[in-house]
């Protein structure tokens, strides 16, 4: 399974845009890439999902260049409850049910 | 609302105890799964039953117990627990876990487990 690397933290302030980035070096030609976003005591939810270019949304776009090695998860004009983890998954067809989360992103959106 | 019910929401047992976790989904899924996610850590996949059937058990210390009697319903039964499994217990879905990767899994809210 492609292990992905995100920054542990970020920040940011109301009406902002936000990118967080997502490293996946490893990831295979099957891997698609998933996003998810955690508040405090609630389990993950899904915010969005993609294999190659731009996906979007109504909370948020996807983008992966063309060697899918990196993917960038941006929320437009965050508000203060956005501020949660995010999480940046990549699965295969074979192993798609073994999602393996790393410690995400944890981002502060301040007023 | 997720489509994923777990409860109870918090749980406080002494080691000797013997309680059981419920989770049901309500979205047709195929596909369960048991989490457990310990204060700053990331969220560690105990096990995954397919069309009941149980497909992965992630080396998961046998004080812990999973049933899934149908594809609605999944329990984890707790038996002698130590202090270090407090967590929050978490129970997922998907439509099939061996399918097409596009799949993303449905979350409950978790069980708080506090173990005296």
């Known amino acids: 399974l492609a292990k992905t690397t995100q920054p542990i933290s970020m920040d940011s302030y109301e009406g902002q845009e936000v990118n967080i980035t997502c490293s996946h070096n490893n990831i295979a030609t099957n891997d698609y890439i998933t996003w998810y976003q955690q508040f405090p005591s609630q389990g993950p939810r899904f915010i969005i999902q993609g294999y190659k270019t731009k996906v979007t949304n109504e909370v948020a776009s996807l983008f992966i260049p063309a060697d899918r090695k990196s993917s960038t998860l941006s929320l437009p004009r965050v508000s203060l409850s956005d501020t949660a983890v995010y999480y940046c998954?990549?699965?295969?067809?074979?192993?798609?049910?073994?999602?393996?989360f790393g410690s995400g992103t944890r981002l502060l959106v301040r007023p | 609302e997720t489509g994923v019910t777990q409860t109870p929401r918090h749980l406080v047992m002494g080691m000797t105890n013997k309680k059981s976790l419920k989770c049901e989904q309500h979205l047709g899924h195929n596909a369960m799964y048991w989490y457990k996610q310990s204060a700053k850590k990331p969220l560690e996949l105990m096990f995954v039953y397919n069309f009941k059937e149980q497909t992965e058990n992630n080396s998961v210390p046998s004080r812990f117990s999973p049933e899934c009697p149908n594809s609605s319903h999944l329990f984890l039964h707790l038996h002698t627990l130590q202090p270090e499994d407090s967590a929050l217990y978490l129970c997922?879905?998907?439509?099939?876990?061996?399918?097409?990767?596009?799949?993303?899994?449905?979350f409950g809210d978790g069980t708080r487990l506090s173990i005296l």
């Open positions: 997922a879905s998907s439509q099939d876990g061996q399918g097409a990767p596009n799949q993303p899994q449905h």
């Open positions: 998954l990549v699965g295969d067809m074979d192993s798609s049910y073994k999602l393996i």
